[in-house]
């Protein structure tokens, strides 16, 4: 990309996928919002063919929320591992300072997905 002329931004990938659930999450209400203000204006049989399709758009959210949980708590697994493997290495005095700011930065990241996951279940 460099080579280009292109400019390369690098992310975590757990932020990347944590904004674009957001992204997602945040058009499916709206969409479903929009519905529901049509089905407030619509007809009488075009109510129902609008409540099908909020239906539908509130069980794809719901499922991607479930998603969302099943990935935090995957992660939540994923850092402790990491942080168990670390504070065994600084326990045996390998680069203790370092390997302790190593374990904050991860629980940091950690308390940061969770909160974003909760601002998700929220809203």
Do not use: C, Y
């Amino acid at each position: 990309m460099e080579a280009l002329g292109g400019t390369v931004f690098r992310s975590p990938r757990n932020d990347v996928e944590d904004e674009q659930d957001a992204r997602e999450m945040a058009a499916r209400k709206a969409e479903i919002a929009q519905l529901k203000a049509e089905k407030a204006k619509a007809r009488k049989e075009q109510k129902a063919k609008l409540q099908a399709k909020i239906d539908q758009l509130q069980e794809k959210l719901h499922t991607k929320l479930e998603k969302v949980k099943q990935r935090s708590k995957q992660q939540e697994k994923e850092t402790e591992a990491k942080v168990q493997v670390l504070e065994k290495k600084a326990a045996k005095g390998d680069a203790k300072a370092t390997l302790k700011a190593r374990i904050a930065d991860i629980r940091k990241k950690a308390k940061k997905s969770t909160t974003n996951l909760e601002q998700l279940q929220q809203s």
